[in-house]
C-alpha cells in the first residue's frame, strides 16, 4: 500500500511568513510524529498524535508552532512568523499505535523549508 | 528521560570491508532500541530493532546489532560493506510505552572502491 506522504517537498518562504506543512500517514495507523532535521542536528522531535489527541508536544520549539490532527489521519504542521532558523527538513512518520515507544515508525520523504 | 549518543559523525570505509557503527544510550531501565537508515533522497527506514531476548539482533540488508548492557550500548556491524550502504544511520532509543522515541544525531557512512 502507499506509504506516508508529506507536501510540498520543497516550500520557500520569506522571513515572517506563515506555512503550512501536510503529513498523510499510512491507512490505520493511529500513531502520528513530526521530527525536524536540521544539518547536524540528527531528529529532532516535535510532537507525538495518538489518534487526534497529542500526548506528547513536549518538542515544538516555540508558540509559533502548532500541529494538528484531524480524522486520525492527515496531520498539519503550521509554523507562524517563520524565521531563518527554522529551515530544515520536517518529517513525518507513522505507526500501527500499539505503543509510540516500541513501534516500527515509517517516515516520510520529508518537506524542505527554507526561509528567506 | 532517554538519550542516546552517536560519537561518530562521519566514517569512511573500504567497500567489502566491516563496518561497526557506535550507539551508546542513557536510561534507568531496559530500553528499546532500533537503528534506522536514511539513504540519499529517501526517507529513514528501520534496520533492527531490540526489545528483549537475544541480545544479538539481525536485520536487513545484512546488518546486525548487539545489545550490552553494561556498556549502555547498541553498536551496529555489518561483516562486508557494500557501496550501496553508504548512507546516515541513526540509533534511537524508547523508553517504552505511550512515550517518544528518541534519536541521536546520526552517523554518515562513506563508502569507498
Known amino acids: 500500500g502507499a506509504g506516508v506522504s508529506q507536501s510540498p517537498s520543497n516550500k520557500v518562504t520569506e522571513k515572517g511568513k506563515d506555512v503550512e506543512l501536510r503529513c498523510d500517514p499510512i491507512?490505520?495507523?493511529?500513531?502520528l510524529y513530526w521530527y525536524r532535521q536540521s544539518l547536524g542536528q540528527g531528529l529532532e522531535f516535535l510532537i507525538y498524535?495518538?489518534?487526534?489527541?497529542?500526548?506528547?508536544k513536549s518538542g515544538l520549539p516555540s508558540d509559533r508552532f502548532s500541529a494538528e490532527r484531524t480524522g486520525g489521519s492527515v496531520s498539519t504542521l503550521t509554523i507562524q512568523r517563520t524565521q531563518q532558523e527554522d529551515s530544515a527538513v520536517y518529517l513525518c512518520?507513522?505507526?500501527?499505535?500499539?505503543?509510540?515507544?516500541?513501534?516500527?515508525?515509517?517516515f516520510g520523504p520529508g518537506t524542505r523549508l527554507t526561509v528567506l | 528521560a532517554q538519550s542516546v549518543t552517536q560519537p561518530d559523525i562521519h566514517i569512511t570505509v573500504s567497500e567489502g570491508a566491516s563496518l561497526e557503527l557506535r550507539c551508546n544510550y542513557s536510561y534507568g531501565a531496559t530500553p528499546y532500541l532500533f537503528w534506522y537508515v536514511q539513504s540519499p533522497g529517501q526517507g529513514l527506514q528501520l534496520l533492527l530493532k531490540y526489545f528483549s531476548g537475544d541480545t544479538l539482533v539481525q536485520g536487513i540488508k545484512g546488518f546486525e546489532a548487539e545489545f550490552k548492557r553494561s556498556q549502555s550500548s547498541f553498536n551496529l556491524r555489518k561483516p562486508s560493506v557494500h557501496w550501496s550502504d553508504a548512507a546516515e544511520y541513526f540509533c534511537?532509543?524508547?523508553?517504552?510505552?505511550?512515550?517518544?522515541?528518541?534519536f541521536g544525531t546520526g552517523t554518515k557512512l562513506q563508502v569507498i572502491p
Open positions: 491507512s490505520g495507523h493511529t500513531a
Open positions: 534511537a532509543v524508547g523508553a517504552g510505552g505511550y512515550q517518544k522515541v528518541t
Open positions: 512518520a507513522s505507526s500501527p499505535g500499539l505503543a509510540a515507544s516500541t513501534d516500527t515508525q515509517y
Open positions: 498524535f495518538q489518534g487526534n489527541s497529542a500526548p506528547d
